[in-house]
């Protein structure tokens, strides 16, 4: 089986690059580097039926033919990151929209499986809890600069069905709830490697809000297997499936938790939403995945704990 992964030398891409590796499957990583770092491929490096290419998919007339090559598609190439999506929109929703057509496109003109990362963000702030894929969305006015990334991936998700429909794309949504593990970074956002750095260093640990903000963190390694389960099942294509933990923690428990865990002595600072992101930024409160579906389909079930994601990435030696 041969695959392409856009965006695989990124965090969830490379996991995902290692995992089908070990399948003995080869694995073609196509990443412009934007925020995918040649580090998180270092255990791919070398191996049978691996190779990559450091290209923009959106402007590389090569990436078509690399498209027609392959068995399977996985698109994860996509803007990351809370502090990202707001300190640059345009780059946002261009990255998302132009590289899901780009993508998608290819793999319908040639019939190939696609799997499309999506986002528990596609749910907005619905408070129905918990989340099911066929919920209603709730999303904020179009001048709060955070739902440009919920808008713009659900254009991806609206796209792969549409191709499916209308041209037969044997294609599955992936909507992954705050995805984690060794090697995500601290730079966009992305609270346990950020609480776990700022409690290593003793600095103060930066809690947004009053904290009682909750998410459920799955770990990659729950995450990678169920995605190649998923796009390898014929019940799945055309389906919005939802992948991740439904172990729900509030943000002040979870920074009261790693500071426990790594005997830290380092303070608790609340900062107000509005200094951490800019003037009327809305967060979600609550955001717990229904992942009935995935049990269904492919007999998901989320094994590895938040304290097994904690002492992975404190382990790994990427922090
Ligand atoms: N958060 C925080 N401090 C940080 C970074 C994030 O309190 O230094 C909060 C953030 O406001 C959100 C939660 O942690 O409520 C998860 O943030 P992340 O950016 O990891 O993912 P999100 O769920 O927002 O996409």
């Not at 995992?19 to 049978?48: F, P, Q, Y």
């Not at 990151?81 to 780009?102: F, Y």
């Not at 947004?208 to 770990?219: L, M, V």
Request: glycine share 8%; net charge negative.
């Amino acid at each position: 089986m041969r695959n392409l992964i856009t965006g695989g030398a990124g965090f969830i891409g490379s996991h995902l690059a290692e995992h089908l590796l070990d399948h003995g499957e080869e694995v073609i990583v196509w990443d412009d580097l934007s925020t995918g770092r040649m580090s998180n491929l270092a255990r791919c490096l070398g191996k049978t039926g691996f190779s990559y290419v450091i290209s923009d998919i959106t402007h590389d007339p090569a990436f078509e033919k690399a498209v027609e090559r392959v068995d399977v598609v996985y698109h994860l190439a996509a803007a990351v990151g809370v502090q990202l999506v707001v300190n640059d929109p345009v780059r946002t929703i261009k990255t998302n929209i132009m590289g899901a057509e780009v993508t998608l496109s290819a793999a319908a003109k040639f019939g190939k499986r696609i799997f499309v990362a999506s986002t528990s963000e596609v749910y907005g702030k619905g408070t129905k809890i918990p989340f099911a894929e066929d919920d209603d969305v709730l999303y904020g006015p179009t001048t709060k600069r955070r739902w440009n990334y919920a808008i713009s991936k659900a254009v991806d998700e609206f796209l792969l069905l549409a191709y499916h429909e209308s041209h037969g794309l044997p294609g599955v949504v992936g909507r992954l709830f705050n995805t984690v593990g060794p090697r995500q970074v601290p730079f966009y956002g992305m609270v346990i490697p950020r609480f776990i750095e700022q409690a290593k260093n003793g600095a103060e640990m930066t809690v947004y809000g009053d904290g009682s903000q909750s998410r459920c963190f799955g770990h990659v390694l729950d995450v990678a297997p169920a995605i190649h389960a998923l796009v390898h099942n014929d019940k799945a294509l055309g389906e919005v499936v939802n992948l991740g933990s439904d172990q729900e923690v509030t943000i002040l428990h979870l920074a009261e938790h790693i500071r426990e865990r790594l005997g830290s002595s380092s303070e608790i600072r609340f900062v107000p939403y509005d200094v951490a992101f800019r003037p009327g930024f809305e967060d979600m409160q609550r955001r717990v995945p229904d992942i009935a579906k995935a049990r269904r389909l492919i007999g998901f079930e989320p094994r590895r704990t938040l304290d097994d994601v904690i002492d992975d990435i404190i382990a790994s030696e990427q922090i």
